[in-house]
């Protein structure tokens, strides 16, 4: 099966990204505590059980008042009233305020009924009686409700406060604490694991040797994972031998949801995973024409997903970036699947071919009111430092065959450029 695939027209890119986003399916939610949310996706819309604020109350320090006691207050012509209560947060007023009358209110604090206006301290001169009496000196009228916070007017009772699929935030999870959800619904961290290949592969911390290079697609990998909420059960590597890599890719699929191997799926002479995945089965070579990263492997064995990732930095990038991260987003239940677009434009000729999706590492500067791209360097797919250098990746849609300079087009954005020095 695998060998016929491979032998088939390669898919689109957008061929490629349905399939994989209609194998996979989000999985099933799990109640967490709101104070461990931020990131996760929302799983349930959440309605608000009871208005925001919950209460009428007070903007200022002041003073609570009928704003028409005030209406023909003046500087020439102050208005004094005594000072009948005093109402910190917290605290409830033990009764309504009358005409000719002003409460002293805390910010926060609930105002006393009949209130319409709080005038605030630096508007006001307190002053006390000989007896001990407080009295309020006001040479201003008060608007109606100025700094008054109405109850609801943050939120309503019953109105969405929060959408499902939304990727929660420090400030969803202050909405939420705020309506008394201690518990809510969030898609469950995804289990993953990584395997790399190949004999000339060394960890960071061994001695190097002639015809080596480091591993730096498996800790590369974990980062990515991690950062779209994905949890990393396992990473380990392998030499280029098929019997073992058939060995550890069963058990990896038994412990994750998904398994991703990097490298040993193209046409090489000693390429692993190509060689295991018949041993495996339900794993198909398919080769997709998107450049960097056109050999791949996918399927969903056991109902697992797998993807077989090419060996070069830039295509385990760019079909993470393309096919990876978006179903893991659609596993966890995120409405949101990719990175931000940016309407950008080529900074200069970009080469591509008709029916080929090119992800190009570009860095990004803004002129006028435009944002241009500029490739970030080589895109040799054997090099790791222009993807570090990228802003963005500039997506040449299949049906362009080349991006001439100036022209508009679409960009994945990874970062944002560092601010520019004054
Ligand atoms: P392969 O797909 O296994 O033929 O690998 C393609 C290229 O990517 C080769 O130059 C490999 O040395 C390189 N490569 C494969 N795996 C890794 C890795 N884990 N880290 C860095 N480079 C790798
Ligand atoms: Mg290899």
């Not at 060996?311 to 659609?330: D, H, I, T």
């Not at 949101?336 to 591509?352: K, N, Q, W």
Request: charged share 25%.
């Amino acid at each position: 099966m695998a060998s016929t695939a491979a032998r088939a027209e390669p898919l689109t890119y957008r061929e490629a990204r349905e399939r994989v986003l209609a194998a996979a399916r989000p999985l099933p939610f799990e109640t967490i505590a709101t104070t461990d949310c931020r990131g996760r996706a929302l799983r349930r819309r959440v309605i608000a059980a009871h208005p925001l604020p919950p209460f009428r109350n007070s903007s200022m320090d002041g003073f609570a008042v009928r704003a028409a006691d005030l209406e023909r207050a003046s500087a020439e012509a102050p208005v004094a009233l005594p000072v009948v209560e005093v109402l910190p947060a917290g605290h409830t007023p033990t009764r309504a305020l009358s005409p000719g009358e002003a409460m002293r209110i805390m910010t926060g604090a609930m105002l006393p009924e009949g209130a319409t206006a709080v005038v605030p301290v630096e508007d006001a001169e307190a002053m006390r009686s000989p007896e001990g009496r407080e009295r309020v000196r006001i040479g201003r009228p008060a608007r109606p409700n100025e700094n008054v916070r109405e109850a609801g007017l943050d939120l309503a009772a019953g109105a969405a406060a929060l959408e499902e699929g939304r990727e929660l935030s420090a400030y969803d999870l202050a909405v939420l604490i705020s309506l008394g959800e201690a518990r809510i619904a969030v898609g469950p961290r995804v289990r993953a694991a990584v395997l790399s290949t190949g004999d000339e592969l060394l960890e960071v911390d061994e001695p190097m040797r002639p015809g080596a290079i480091r591993d730096s697609n498996r800790p590369m990998l974990g980062a990515l994972l991690e950062e779209c909420g994905a949890q990393v059960v396992t990473s380990r590597r392998l030499p280029d031998d098929p019997a073992r890599v058939a060995e550890s890719m069963r058990k990896l699929l038994e412990i994750a949801d998904v398994v991703l191997t990097v490298g040993g799926v193209s046409a090489g002479d000693f390429d692993p995973v190509k060689v295991a995945l018949p041993e495996v089965g339900e794993i198909a070579l398919w080769r997709v024409a998107m450049k960097p990263g056109r050999p791949q492997a996918f399927g969903t064995p056991r109902g697992r997903l797998f993807f077989g990732l090419p060996g070069n930095p830039a295509s385990v990038a760019c079909v993470f970036e393309a096919l990876v991260r978006p179903a893991l987003r659609k596993l966890q239940g995120f409405a949101t699947l990719d990175r931000p677009r940016l309407p950008v434009r080529a900074a200069a000729r970009i080469d591509s071919r008709a029916g080929r999706t090119d992800f190009v590492r570009v860095t990004l500067e803004r002129r006028g009111d435009a944002w241009w791209a500029l490739p970030a360097g080589d895109q040799t797919s054997g090099h790791v430092t222009p993807q570090a250098r990228a802003h963005a990746l500039l997506v040449v849609p299949e049906e362009t065959a080349a991006l001439e300079e100036g022209a508009a087009a679409d960009a994945m954005l990874l970062r944002w450029p560092e601010a520019v020095p004054s």
